[in-house]
């Protein structure tokens, strides 16, 4: 999800009232804050997973991999068709990316299968979804701005300076100085490029100068009277703390990182899109249906991932499913720009104080 509001009213703005939440503190807290835990707790169960020996022969990685593509990765990209195929606005409007689009994404699978390139296709999915997930932090780091009216030229430099050089500064970090081929599991491998080491140490300085600026700069606003905006703050600190937690604290197998870089991301988005429906849909219960469907279609493409891995030559498995996931990637990019939708800005996007938008409490 890259949502792209559009600010409204006056250029500058106190922080000094109530802080404004996208759906309400509760909800934001849950779904777009607060479960940055689960890059922490699917951490303890990679360290856990071996005494379940009785599943998937207690193979950690197996057992981490599993339960994150079943529960949580997959069924976040089944929610993707409630906006794209759910909605018959949004279907009418680019039909042609929904039906000849993604027949051409599955087209590009049919020729990665045939030419063996599996374990290419899994690793650039996995740099998209970073771009991918950053992207989606920016948005809710602009909703955030937006809602509150945080506009402030200085606010907005080391906001985004402070933002995109620290997510940056962990993925370069992370793809610095590899010199041995990238091991997804078992056989299936991949050799990437070796980064130099520059653009991460200049990154790193760039974040910690940002960062610097940034904290004087909130102490500035405490002692001036103009407030801070929490929602905004407490944003960046999760996604900047899973960022140098994954890419930076720890050192875990491919598939185990794809699964702490993404488990955070997968019930941010599920969590927007849940707001989505309630707003959007007519369907009765469409929250419960399409979250029915969506765990349903997880654990079956978990299944068959895990089969992949378990089976030498089976990685063909992956194709499809990936394919899936890269068109999700950049989809999403495309039916989130609130900015460029009126509808889906009157519905779902920022209001002046004291008329209805994003911070009214779903429904249902």
């Not at 922490?40 to 057992?63: E, K, S, V």
């Not at 906001?159 to 091991?183: K, L, Q």
């Not at 004291?354 to 779903?362: D, L, S």
Request: proline share 5%; with cysteine; aromatic share 18%.
């Amino acid at each position: 999800m890259e949502a792209n509001p559009t600010p409204t009213g006056s250029a500058t703005a106190s922080l000094t009232t109530a802080p404004r939440w996208i759906v309400s503190a509760r909800y934001d807290s849950c779904f777009f804050l607060g479960s940055c835990v689960f890059t922490f707790l699917f951490y303890g169960l990679y360290l856990l997973a071996p005494r379940f020996g009785w599943f998937l022969r207690g193979d950690q990685i197996l057992i981490t991999y599993f339960v994150f593509t079943a529960f949580f990765d997959h069924p976040h990209i089944f929610q993707t068709f409630a906006r794209t195929y759910g909605d018959p606005v949004e279907f009418q409007r680019r039909r042609t990316l929904h039906t000849w689009g993604i027949a051409g994404f599955f087209a590009i699978g049919i020729v990665v299968a045939v030419l063996r390139l599996e374990a290419q296709l899994i690793v650039f999915a996995a740099l998209y979804g970073t771009w991918h997930i950053i992207r989606q932090h920016s948005g809710f780091l602009k909703m955030y701005k937006a809602l509150n009216r945080d506009r402030e030229p200085l606010d907005n430099f080391l906001d985004f300076g402070t933002f995109y050089t620290g997510t940056f500064a962990c993925f370069f970090n992370d793809y610095t100085d590899v010199r041995e081929p990238i091991r997804i599991y078992g056989e299936l491998q991949v050799v990437f490029p070796n980064l130099p080491p520059e653009p991460a140490e200049f990154l790193w300085a760039a974040f910690l100068t940002f960062l610097v600026g940034l904290g004087f700069r909130q102490v500035w606003r405490v002692a001036t009277g103009q407030g801070v905006n929490t929602p905004k703050l407490l944003l960046m600190a999760a996604a900047l703390g899973t960022h140098y937690f994954v890419f930076h604290a720890t050192a875990t197998p491919f598939l185990v990182a794809e699964a702490l870089e993404t488990a955070y991301h997968d019930v941010q988005y599920q969590g927007w899109i849940m707001h989505y429906q309630r707003r959007r849909l007519s369907i009765r219960h469409a929250v419960l249906k399409w979250g029915g469907m969506a765990l349903v279609y997880g654990v079956l493409v978990g299944a068959i991932e895990t089969l992949g891995l378990l089976r030498p030559g089976w990685s063909w498995l992956f194709v499809p499913f990936t394919m899936l996931v890269i068109w999700h990637y950049y989809v999403d990019g495309k039916i989130w720009k609130v900015s460029q939708d009126p509808e889906l800005k009157a519905l779902l996007g920022p209001a002046p104080r004291g008329e209805a938008g994003m911070t009214a409490t779903p429904a249902g």
